[in-house]
């Protein structure tokens, strides 16, 4: 059944099990393995964590006062209205 | 002084586990394995029910910065995203009455805006159901990848650093409209865990989804956003994003 991958899509399938931290089995090992003698999915890797750590610092939306303002009268009026 | 709220009855509270943190200002926080509300929600909630205008202030202060980042990155334009937001905290504070403190209060008003984000799709284009079929510039998924550095990903030009492009305002607006574009699936979980810092077994619970499941759709999603801003973006020798 199935295409057969090449091992280095397998390796990028994968890779989500290193990303989560704290991961020490066999395949994590594997996967070290193969990074460390594969440039192109040690890059891969290197980019999900820029594209991880880039998610973790994105900073939240700024509220307006303004907006706030009126967010905050509409929800008091329909929460007294109820 | 404080004023007087007026309190609709509760409604079925539906809790989900937890995580640390009071005000729900603590993003960022991946692993906290800790259940149920904190001293300070139950506090927080409290106060709401004994009709104090404070905690109201205090929990739409805390929570409304957060949760239209989620929600713009979900629906992908502000409009809906403000409609989202107050719909959200609409429900939030209808049901309050009803929150029984075995999730944290973070949790809680996330699995609401997760809710009103399921009813706004709804309302709107079929979004695919099933796993990542297509994407920007008709990406196939990550099934596609058969050879992570190929030439055409364009990986030479990929030089990010996260803490200098996450201050320009145009590079962010490429994050959100890649993550906007997702299908639901994959949004809704990159969006809960790397942005707002839930755990997996959070947004597991959250989703009712199996741990495995978040980490796969995870990882899909990730793969997606690379290639969302690959195909878009050129990062220059001086780390200035510019249009690809
Ligand atoms: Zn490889």
Known sequence: MGTKKDPCTKIVQKMYLMLEGGESGSLCATLRIHLEGCTSCAEQYRVLEDIVSLCKRFPDEEVSEDQKQKIKEKLLKSLSAT | ?244
């Open chain 2, 1 to 244: 002084m404080t004023k007087k709220v007026s309190r609709r009855k509760a409604g079925k509270g539906e809790m989900l586990p937890p995580k640390r943190g009071t005000g729900g200002t603590t993003k960022k926080n991946t692993e906290a394995k800790t259940h149920g509300a904190t001293r300070a929600d139950l506090e927080l909630v409290q106060r709401f029910r004994e009709g104090d205008l404070g905690a109201f202030d205090a929990i739409f202060e805390a929570y409304s910065g957060p949760l239209l980042g989620f929600l713009t990155r979900m629906c992908g334009n502000p409009e809906d995203a403000k409609e989202g937001l107050q719909d959200t905290f609409l429900s939030v504070f209808r049901y309050l009455e009803g929150f029984r403190g075995e999730a944290s209060l973070k949790n809680w008003i996330f699995k609401i805006a997760v809710t009103a984000c399921l009813k706004k799709k709804r309302k709107m284009q079929p979004f695919p159901s099933g796993e990542i079929e297509g994407g920007p510039g008709g990406w196939a998924g990550p099934e596609a990848f058969t050879n992570p550095l190929d030439a055409s990903r364009g990986s030479p030009e990929w030089k990010l650093d996260p803490e200098t492009l996450v201050l320009d305002d145009e590079f962010r607006r490429y994050i959100v409209q890649g993550v906007a574009s997702m299908p639901y699936i994959y949004k809704v979980v990159i969006n809960l865990r790397d942005f707002e810092g839930f755990s997996t077994q959070e947004v597991s619970r959250l989703l009712r989804l199996k741990e495995s499941t978040v980490k796969v759709r995870l990882h899909r999603a990730r793969l997606y956003l690379q290639d969302w801003l690959k195909r878009r973006l050129r990062v220059s020798e001086q780390g200035k994003p510019g249009r690809a």
